[in-house]
């Protein structure tokens, strides 16, 4: 395995973070305390991304992307950790590869282009709430009538769900194929009847923007309004899922975790007690200590798994082992951070409180660690470990 990063992309990754730094994380506080992000300050800060090349960079040069690999975009995303979820998805663009299956060059024009551009936002609508880790066990389904779909069903959870001008929904459409053949992604536009945003569902974190309820009742849809082919919606999925957990769940981790270990660093070198800083005192050193060799050890995961991925091979196995360090991992380092922060760390004066939050559900989202820790255990036992 090759772990160059070549001039370029230290480039791109240092101009990405500088931007993070000096441009986004300003917007933090404010997005925090109102739960939005005000409406004049995103829009010229999306603007500067934009016009930077920072937008939709995990797309393809020919839709409009930079083009970036798997490994090179976990770079990236390394960078974009450091700041809130809501203001990477407003700010650099949540566009899913999958888009790219899109043939019909109508539906590219009407969707694809205008997602990557940010003209138009996509929202994912696969959990519910009798499914989810198990997407397989989906119960929203659409049937055939003459030259249009009747969808049904019910959704949550979504991200975006509230104002995306449209939703992929995994829908079952041959439940006697199960998912590897009877599951297909059927596009939505918002304000088709029948379609409803029911609810916004308030979280624990991750504030700024919505996660909502989606109602389909007897929705009728195009018959050609289908990501891939009719069938073939699990496997498309399942095509995309392991390059959005290693960059939005395994790389995130490691810039959140990155952020809050340099603040255990300055505070640590700065803050003192019984007239000396605290951090010559063992046990903080052992908690820095303990967060700088998870964060590496992390790294290298996510990069050696990447890597595997852009050379054509199947790390399925290890894009769960990264889910679930990765998760788990930045969950620990923000409890240590706030333990050597004291009573600093427990209150909103610093981004710490909000991290400890938004950490807490990336051991959730995008498979449970005790689904991803059993899909680890059944591969080990049937094939050994293979590295």
Request: with cysteine; charged share 25%.
């Amino acid at each position: 395995m090759d772990f160059t990063i070549s001039d370029e992309m230290k480039m791109i990754t240092e101009a990405v973070g500088k931007f993070v730094r000096e441009k986004v994380q300003p917007l933090e506080c404010e997005t925090e305390e109102n739960a939005e992000i005000p409406a004049d300050k995103l829009a010229a800060v999306r603007a500067e991304a934009q016009e930077l090349g920072f937008y939709a960079m995990n797309m393809s040069e020919e839709v409009g992307g930079a083009g970036l690999g798997v490994m090179d975009m976990c770079l990236v995303e390394e960078q974009l950790g450091q700041t809130s979820d809501a203001l990477i998805r407003r700010i650099f663009g949540q566009v899913y590869p999958m888009l790219e299956q899109f043939e019909d060059e109508a539906l590219r024009q009407k969707y694809l282009y205008p997602t990557v551009k940010g003209e138009k936002i996509c929202a994912m609508a696969i959990t519910e709430p009798g499914a989810g880790s198990d997407a397989a066990a989906i119960k929203t389904n659409a049937h055939l009538d003459g030259d249009e779909w009747v969808l049904n069903g019910t959704k949550h959870f979504i991200s975006d769900g509230d104002i995306a001008d449209y939703v992929i929904v995994m829908a079952v459409t041959d439940a006697e194929k199960g998912a590897r053949g009877g599951i297909s992604l059927l596009i939505v536009d918002k304000g088709t009847p029948g379609f409803q945003v029911t609810r916004n569902q308030p979280m624990m974190g991750h504030r700024g923007y919505g996660h909502a309820e989606l109602y389909f009742d007897n929705v009728r849809i195009p018959k050609g309004n289908v990501l891939g082919e009719v069938g073939n919606g699990f496997k498309v999925m399942m095509a995309n899922v392991g390059g959005i957990r290693l960059g939005h769940i395994g790389a995130r981790a490691v810039g959140m975790a990155s952020r809050v270990l340099e603040m255990m660093r300055e505070h640590a070198a700065t803050r003192k007690q019984f007239g000396q800083p605290i951090g010559d005192f063992q046990m903080v050193q052992q908690m820095i200590a303990d967060s700088a060799m998870e964060i590496f050890a992390t790294r290298m995961m996510v990069l050696n798994t990447a890597w595997e991925e852009d050379s054509g091979m199947d790390p399925r196995d290890k894009v769960s082992m990264v889910k679930v360090q990765a998760s788990e991992m930045l969950g620990r380092v923000a409890d240590r951070g706030i333990q050597v922060f004291g009573g600093y760390g427990f209150t909103k004066e610093l981004p710490l409180e909000r991290i400890y939050r938004d950490a807490r559900v990336t051991r959730i989202y995008d498979g449970t660690s005790e689904v991803h820790r059993m899909l680890i255990a059944r591969s080990v036992i049937k094939r050994g470990l293979t590295l």
